[in-house]
């Protein structure tokens, strides 16, 4: 998919988003019994959307870790999403990304895929990446071979022993290690690179498989201030190219990145805008920013 039709999706969200406040049209559900095939090719964004949630809920043991959850991201957008502890951050991601069923709710990838008809990974392999908390490279490994590595994931043993990698899976390696600014330590062990290196790295990985959709857990939390700048300016330059998501606690940090910020409360969306209107929000206040 290119940069351009990634622009063009989020433009038409948002036009869309301006005609119907609140509620979103859910025109591709039913759209997608009549393509069940789709999983293996493109993502269908006609309708805008990349990422559609509705109405999901989630409970554990009697607790709604999940609550009636509406929420889309357009293609090629940044979106953050911020809130307290236990407001249900993670639990959505784990949802999306097939590791937590929902007890109701629709999640689709774009408006023909319908995600809670995969596994976990037949959703990692349909172009949803995700990065966890923790940084989890092979550390005895190099950066050279953490990437290489990062293209074997989805085949077989036998497959892996004879992959090698070819001039398209190169330049892509060569592409990624520019992007995460490891171009200059290809060979070091990933175990000596500093924590924030070990998270770009961790990140290139899932860039090696071309995610559609990249979903960042606190990808921040422990990196020093210039790291955190550096990240910073990556995920603007993925923007655009793939759609993220990124939970984080670090203000400044979403400051920096944030077109649109969805606050979670309780499991459900207790606002949503830019981060001006969300910190103004006398409810975010109450129950987030106030603290
Ligand atoms: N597998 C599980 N079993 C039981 N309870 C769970 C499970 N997963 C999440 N929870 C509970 O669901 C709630 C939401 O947790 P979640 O981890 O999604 O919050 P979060 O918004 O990511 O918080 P944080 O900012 O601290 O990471 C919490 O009360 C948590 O204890
Ligand atoms: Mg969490």
Redesign the pocket.
């Known amino acids: 998919m290119t940069p351009d039709l990634f622009e063009e999706g989020a433009r038409r969200v948002q036009a869309h988003q301006r005609e119907l406040p609140g509620k979103t049209a859910s025109g591709g559900r039913s759209a997608a019994f009549g393509h069940p095939a789709a999983a293996a090719g493109e993502v269908d964004v006609t309708h805008g959307r990349i990422l559609y949630l509705e109405d999901v809920s989630v409970s ?2 009697g ?1 709604k ?2 609550n009636k959850l509406s929420l889309d991201v357009a293609p090629g957008e940044l979106r953050c999403i911020i ?12 949802i999306i990304t097939g590791k ?1 069923r929902p007890d109701e709710g629709t999640v689709f990838f774009g408006s023909t895929i319908d995600l809670l008809r995969y596994t976990e990974a037949e959703i990692a392999g349909m172009g949803v990446g995700r990065k966890f ?1 923790k940084p989890t490279v092979f550390e005895r490994l190099t950066v050279f071979e953490n990437l290489e590595l990062a293209l074997k994931t989805d085949k077989g043993v036998k497959a892996s022993m004879l992959f090698r990698l070819d001039s398209a899976n190169c330049d892509r390696l060569a592409d990624v290690l520019h992007t995460i600014a490891l171009a200059d330590s290809v060979t070091r062990m990933a175990g000596n690179l500093s924590h924030g290196q070990k998270q770009w790295l961790e990140i290139g990985m899932l860039l090696m498989q071309d995610p559609k959709l990249l979903l960042l ?2 990808p921040v939390a422990g990196m020093t201030d210039e790291e955190t700048e550096r990240t910073a300016e990556l995920f603007l330059e993925l923007k655009g190219r793939h759609s993220l998501m990124v ?1 984080e ?1 670090d203000m400044s940090f979403i400051k920096r990145i944030s077109e649109i910020v969805t606050v ?1 409360h309780e ?1 459900s969306v207790l606002a949503q805008g830019t981060l001006e209107q969300v910190q103004n929000d006398e409810r975010v206040i109450e129950v987030y920013l106030g603290r």
């Open positions: 554990f043991d607790f870790a999940i809130g307290p502890n236990g407001a249900g951050k993670t639990t959505m991601m784990d937590t908390q857990d606190e939970v606690h979670l499991g």
